[in-house]
């Protein structure tokens, strides 16, 4: 039973309620948090697949971003939304977040080499996030204006 949960499907549908979930906290219009959702869960699901799982690697991170972010910008170009009212929730399930709060708990157990260096991945882990999210935002933009011209 434990090897059903490690595979892409439950990844996919626990990345998909997460967003939906952060889809709602954040605000977005109803019509949005299930397009918001998929768009999460897809990525998600991709990089497990791919076996770039996300928290696996910084490859893993930097490719899921890379999903959400071109995923993001073809919805908005299909709804003349913002992208970042996809990308802001998609991404979600990618933070680092637990990376850091192990860190934090190194740090306070006087475990500071393992602080520093799970610290370090978080930072990094966060700074792939940001580029997978640029270079797919920069790409869709730099394609969308070759088409204009």
């Not at 490719?63 to 908005?76: D, I, K």
Request: proline content about 6%; overall charge positive; hydrophobic content about 60%.
């Amino acid at each position: 039973m434990s090897g059903f949960w490690q595979g892409p499907l439950p990844g996919f549908a626990s990345a998909l309620l997460t967003v939906a979930a952060f889809a709602v906290v954040y605000q977005l219009p109803p019509s949005r948090i299930g397009v918001a959702a998929l768009i999460g869960g897809v990525a998600w699901g991709a990089a497990g697949i791919l076996g770039y799982g996300p928290a696996d690697g910084l490859g893993g991170d930097f490719a899921g971003a890379f999903l959400v972010g071109v995923l993001a910008e073809a919805a908005a170009v299909l709804t003349r939304t913002p992208a970042l009212s996809y990308a802001v929730p998609a991404i979600i399930p990618f933070v680092p977040g637990y990376l850091a709060y192990r860190s934090m708990v190194a740090f306070l157990t006087g475990r500071f080499l393992n602080g520093l260096r799970l610290g370090l991945e978080a930072f990094l882990a966060a700074g792939a996030l940001a580029a997978g999210l640029a270079v797919a935002a920069t790409l869709a933009r730099a394609l969308r204006r070759r088409r204009a011209v």
